[in-house]
C-alpha cells in the first residue's frame, strides 16, 4: 500500500485549514435562520394543534357555544393538518441504484480511503457505492428523525471520474470530499435538507386540501366564505415560510461556498496545491466526454446493442474531441512552469457569474486562487486512478453492464467493433481540423437571408487555384476565436445589466475598466458593432468558400455547380426552419413560465399563451406543408434512409390549440417540435457533409486535372420557408408583472410587501385563535 498511496507535501503550514471567520460566521447566520425556520413551522402547527384541541373538545362537552368551538375547532385542526402533513413525506436523502462495494472485494481502494480519511482527520466513509458518473460526493440516509440525530456519511466515487484522473489528482478529489467528512457545519446541510423537503411540500404541493378549499369556495356563499378565509391564511403561511426559508437558503449556500473553499484547503494540505487544480481542469473535456459516450450508448441500445466498456468509450471521445480542435492536451493537466509555479493559473476569472447568494461552488478561478494563496509544493503521481481497483477491466465490464441493465435485450458488442462504430460517427468532413474550426459550433448560412445571399455578388477574377489556396488560411482560427470570446463578452455584460449575473466583487471589469452600471447600455451598443464586424469577417471567408468552389465546379462539365447550389440550398432550409422552430419553442417555454409563476392563470394570461400557441402550430404547419416541396439528391437520400423529404415527416394531425384543448396540446406540442426539429437536424449535418465532401472532390478533379463525371441531380429546397437571421430572434420575457413579482416574492420590494401582508394575515389567525378561547371563556 505504501507504494500505491502518492507522497504528499514535505511541509504544511499549521494553520492551512483552520476555518476562516467568515466560515464561522456564515456557519452561525445558517444555523440562526434555520433554528428561526425550524421554530416558526413548529410555533405555528403547534398553536393550531393546541386551538384544535381546546376547541373541538369544548363542543364535545357541549354547551351555549357548541357551534362556534366546532367551527373553530375545525378551522384551526385543517390548518394543523395542513403544516403537520409535511412531516410524512420527507424522503430519504439517498436512494442509490449504485453499486455498493466492501472492503474485501477492493482491499486496495479502502485502504487507500481508510489512511486518506485518518489523515485528514475525517470519519471513516459508512458505506462506498460505485456510480459511472463523473463525480465524487458525500451524502447521508436521511428522514425527520435527522434533524435530532447525526447521520453517518457515506461515499459516492465516479468510475467516469477514475477514468480520466491520475492517481494523485484521484486523492486531491477523494481528499477534498473528506474534509466535508470532517466538517461539523455539514450538519447545517443535512438540516437544510430536511427542512427543505418540509417547506417545499407545504409551498409547492398541491394535494387534497387545496382541491377542498377549491371546492368548498365554489359552494353556496353561506359557507363559500369559509373556504375563501382558509385559502387566504394558507396562502399567508405558505408565503411566510417561503420568505423565511429563502433566507435559510441564501445562508445555507453561502456557508456551501466557504466549505467547498475550505474542504479544499484539506485536499491542499494532503495533495499540494497543484493536484486539486489539475483535477478541476480536467473536468470538462471528462464531463463533456461522458456525455456523448451515453448518446453513444443510447444509440447502440436502439439498435439492441451492448457496450462492453463505456469508459473506453469517454476515453475515445476525449482523443477524438482533442484532434478535431487540433488540441494534442486536450483533457490533459497543464504543464507547470518550472518558475514560480505559485503565480501560475490554469483559469481566468468570469466576466460575470450567477449572483452568489445563489452558488453553492466557487468559480474554478476562485478556487485556484485559493489554493495557491499559500502555496504547498508536492510531487504529481502520474499514475492511472484505476490502480486504486483490483482488477480494472472487470470493475469496467461490471459498471458498463450496471449501466444498462434494464435493456435485456441488447446484445454485448465488442469493445472494438463500438469504437469503430464511434470513430466512424467523428470521421465527418465538417470535423476535419483543415477547416481550422470554421464549421464547429456554427453555422454558415444563418447569416444570408437568402441562398443567393451564401455568395459574393462580385465575380471571381483570380486563378481558380490560386483562390483555393488561399481558403481557410491559418488566421482563420484567431478570427473565429475573436467572434466567440466578443459573443461571450456581450451575453456576460447583458446578463449583468439585466441582473441576471453578478460581477465578482460587486465591481463591472471589462477591458482593464471598471464600469458603472448606467454606462452598460453604451459598452454593449459599442460591442454589438464589434461582434457584427468581426461576424462578417468570417461571413465574407463563408461567401468566398462558397463563390470560389461553386465558380470552380462550373469549369468542370457534368453539372456539379447546380449541384453545389442543391446542397447549399438544403442546408439553408434546414439550418433556418430548425433555428425558427427552435426559438418559437423557446418564445412558448418563456411564456409558460411567466404566466404560470404564481400558480395561477387568468384569462388574460391564458389569451396571450393561445397567441403564442398559434404562431408555433403555423409554423409547425407550413413545415409539413412544404415539405412535399423538397426534393434530395441520391446521396442526401441515401445518407438520410430516405425515399422521400415528406416520408420524414408524416401526416400533420396536430389540431390548432384552442381553450378547450389547450391542456392536452400543451402536453403534446413539444414532442412535435422535437421530431421535426430532428428531421431538419438530420438535413442540416447531411447536407453540410455532403457539401463539404463534394467541395473538396472538385478542387482534388482541377488539382489532378481529371474529370469526375455527371453530377447527380440537384437537390431542391422549397419556394418559401421559415427564415430567421441572427439578431431577430423573438423577445422573451425577463421580467415578471408586478402581481406576479408580489405572488413569487421576485425582488426586494415585493418580497418585502408579500412577507408583510403574509405576516398581518398570520398574527390575525393566530390573534383570532386567543380570541375564540376568551369568548369560551
Known amino acids: 500500500m505504501e507504494n500505491m498511496y502518492p507522497a504528499g507535501p514535505a511541509s504544511v503550514p499549521e494553520n492551512l485549514t483552520r476555518p476562516t471567520a467568515g466560515y464561522k460566521q456564515k456557519a452561525w447566520l445558517a444555523m440562526a435562520g434555520l433554528a428561526l425556520f425550524v421554530t416558526l413551522y413548529f410555533f405555528l402547527a403547534g398553536w393550531f394543534s393546541w386551538i384544535a384541541g381546546k376547541r373541538l373538545y369544548a363542543a364535545y362537552l357541549g354547551g351555549d357555544e357548541v357551534l362556534f368551538n366546532a367551527i373553530a375547532g375545525a378551522l384551526a385542526a385543517f390548518l394543523a393538518l395542513f403544516l403537520l402533513k409535511a412531516l410524512f413525506f420527507v424522503k430519504h436523502g439517498h436512494e442509490s441504484g449504485d453499486i455498493e462495494i466492501k472492503p474485501d472485494q477492493e482491499p486496495r481502494l479502502f485502504e487507500f480511503l481508510y489512511r486518506l480519511a485518518d489523515e485528514a482527520g475525517a470519519p471513516r466513509p459508512h458505506r462506498v457505492f460505485l456510480s459511472p458518473r463523473v463525480n465524487a460526493a458525500v451524502f447521508y440516509d436521511l428522514s425527520i428523525l435527522n434533524l435530532i440525530f447525526p447521520s453517518k456519511k457515506n461515499l459516492e466515487i465516479g468510475l467516469g471520474l477514475v477514468n480520466v484522473l491520475t492517481l494523485g489528482e484521484m486523492k486531491a478529489v477523494l481528499a477534498h470530499e473528506f474534509g466535508h467528512f470532517a466538517q461539523r457545519s455539514m450538519a447545517v446541510g443535512r438540516w ?114 451492448g457496450v462492453q466498456d463505456i469508459f473506453a468509450v469517454q476515453s475515445r471521445v476525449i482523443e477524438s474531441i482533442g484532434k478535431i480542435l487540433d488540441k494534442p492536451d486536450y483533457g490533459c493537466a497543464p504543464l507547470l ?106 453555422s454558415v448560412v444563418r447569416s444570408a437571408e437568402t441562398v443567393d445571399d451564401l455568395y459574393d455578388k462580385k465575380p471571381i477574377t483570380n486563378a ?218 438530420a438535413l442540416r449535418h447531411a447536407a453540410l457533409e455532403q457539401l463539404l465532401l463534394t467541395e473538396a472532390k472538385v478542387a482534388q478533379s482541377l488539382r489532378d486535372g481529371e474529370q469526375i463525371g455527371e453530377a447527380p441531380k440537384p437537390s431542391r429546397a422549397p419556394a418559401k420557408y421559415s427564415v430567421l437571421l441572427p439578431g431577430s430572434e423573438r423577445k422573451r420575457q425577463k421580467r415578471l408583472g408586478l402581481w406576479d413579482r408580489f405572488q413569487t416574492a421576485d425582488g426586494v420590494a415585493p418580497a418585502l410587501a408579500r412577507f408583510i401582508i403574509a405576516l398581518a394575515i398570520v398574527g390575525a389567525a393566530l390573534g383570532a385563535g386567543q380570541f375564540a378561547e376568551l369568548l369560551a371563556r
Open 192 to 305: 437544510v435538507y430536511v427542512a427543505h423537503q418540509i417547506a417545499a411540500y407545504i409551498i409547492a404541493e398541491r394535494d387534497m386540501f387545496d382541491n377542498f378549499l377549491r371546492g368548498l369556495s365554489r359552494f353556496d356563499l353561506r359557507i363559500a366564505w369559509i373556504g375563501w378565509l382558509l385559502s387566504l391564511i394558507v396562502w399567508s403561511i405558505r408565503s411566510l415560510l417561503d420568505t423565511v426559508f429563502s433566507l435559510v437558503v441564501m445562508a445555507q449556500r453561502a456557508l456551501s461556498r466557504e466549505m467547498e473553499l475550505q474542504a479544499d484547503l484539506v485536499a491542499v494540505s494532503l495533495t499540494g496545491s497543484d493536484a486539486l487544480v489539475h483535477a478541476l481542469h480536467r473536468l470538462q473535456a471528462a464531463d463533456e466526454a461522458w456525455d456523448r459516450a451515453l448518446h453513444f450508448v443510447g444509440g447502440e441500445l436502439s439498435e439492441k446493442r
Open 337 to 442: 512552469p518550472e518558475a514560480n509555479p505559485e503565480a501560475h493559473r490554469v483559469f481566468k476569472s468570469a466576466l460575470a457569474q450567477p449572483p452568489r447568494m445563489w452558488a453553492t461552488h466557487p468559480e474554478n478561478s476562485e478556487r485556484e486562487s485559493n489554493a495557491k494563496r499559500v502555496y504547498v509544493a508536492a510531487p504529481l503521481d502520474e499514475r492511472s486512478a484505476w490502480e486504486l481497483f483490483s482488477d480494472p477491466a472487470a470493475m469496467k465490464a461490471q459498471m458498463s453492464a450496471h449501466l444498462i441493465r434494464l435493456e435485456k435485450e441488447a446484445e454485448p458488442a465488442d469493445i472494438q467493433e463500438s469504437l469503430l462504430k464511434l470513430d466512424s460517427q467523428f470521421d465527418r468532413a465538417y470535423l476535419n481540423p483543415a477547416y481550422r474550426g470554421a464549421y464547429l459550433g456554427r
Open 464 to 681: 481558380i487555384s490560386t483562390e483555393l489556396a488561399a481558403l481557410y488560411p491559418e488566421t482563420l482560427t484567431a478570427d473565429l476565436e475573436r467572434l466567440r470570446n466578443l459573443e461571450e463578452e456581450r451575453v456576460s455584460l447583458q446578463a449583468v445589466y439585466d441582473k441576471i449575473f453578478t460581477a465578482p466583487g460587486g465591481v463591472i471589469r471589462h477591458r482593464g475598466q471598471e464600469l458603472k452600471r448606467a454606462e452598460l447600455p453604451d459598452v454593449i451598443a459599442e460591442l454589438d458593432k464589434e461582434v457584427r464586424d468581426a461576424r462578417e469577417q468570417i461571413c465574407r471567408h463563408d461567401r468566398r468558400c462558397r463563390s470560389v468552389f461553386r465558380a470552380a465546379a462550373k469549369s468542370l462539365a457534368g453539372g456539379w455547380d447546380a449541384y453545389l447550389t442543391g446542397l447549399a440550398a438544403m442546408l439553408h432550409y434546414a439550418d433556418h426552419s430548425e433555428a425558427n422552430l427552435r426559438d418559437a419553442q423557446g418564445l412558448l417555454a418563456n411564456v409558460v413560465a411567466v404566466i404560470t409563476a404564481d400558480r395561477n392563470v387568468s384569462s388574460r394570461e391564458l389569451k396571450r399563451l393561445l397567441v403564442v400557441a398559434e404562431e408555433v402550430y403555423q409554423i409547425l404547419r407550413l413545415d409539413f406543408a412544404v415539405a412535399v416541396e423538397v426534393t434530395l439528391d441520391a446521396t442526401l437520400s441515401e445518407k438520410l434512409g430516405l425515399s422521400s423529404w415528406s416520408e420524414a415527416f408524416g401526416e400533420f394531425k396536430l389540431p390548432p390549440p384552442s381553450k378547450n384543448n389547450i391542456n392536452e396540446w400543451m402536453q403534446a406540442i413539444d414532442s412535435w417540435i422535437n421530431s421535426a426539429a430532428g428531421c431538419f437536424s
